[in-house]
């Protein structure tokens, strides 16, 4: 390009188009990222909405061997 001229022919060929590599890892690992976020906050809320529905019966129920009526302060100590 001569240094008078300006229009748009002058410019470098565009390559801004094409990712490279190193930046489609990094998109997708942002993805990645995103869809894992998304997969916890919607874990979260059906925790929040319904917070016994996932605990299984037997846990409020196991550890009561030696923790019988009257022996609850001996088991602390």
Same mark, same amino acid.
């Given at each position: /390009?001569? !240094?008078?001229?300006?229009?748009?022919? /002058?410019?470098?060929?565009?390559? !801004?188009?094409?990712?490279?590599? =190193?930046?489609?890892?990094?998109?997708?690992?942002?993805?990645?990222?995103? *869809?894992?976020?998304?997969?916890?906050? *919607? &874990?979260?809320? &059906?925790?929040?909405?319904? #917070?016994?529905? &996932?605990? #299984?019966?037997?846990?409020?129920?196991?550890?009561? =061997?030696?923790? =019988?009526?009257?022996?609850?302060?001996?088991?602390?100590?």
């Amino acid at each position: /390009c001569d !240094g008078g001229q300006t229009l748009p022919l /002058c410019m470098p060929p565009a390559t !801004g188009l094409g990712m490279d590599a =190193e930046q489609k890892t990094v998109f997708a690992f942002v993805i990645f990222l995103l *869809v894992f976020l998304v997969m916890l906050m *919607v &874990r979260c809320f &059906r925790i929040l909405l319904d #917070p016994y529905s &996932r605990m #299984p019966a037997s846990s409020w129920t196991d550890h009561k =061997e030696g923790l =019988e009526r009257g022996q609850f302060d001996y088991a602390l100590v």
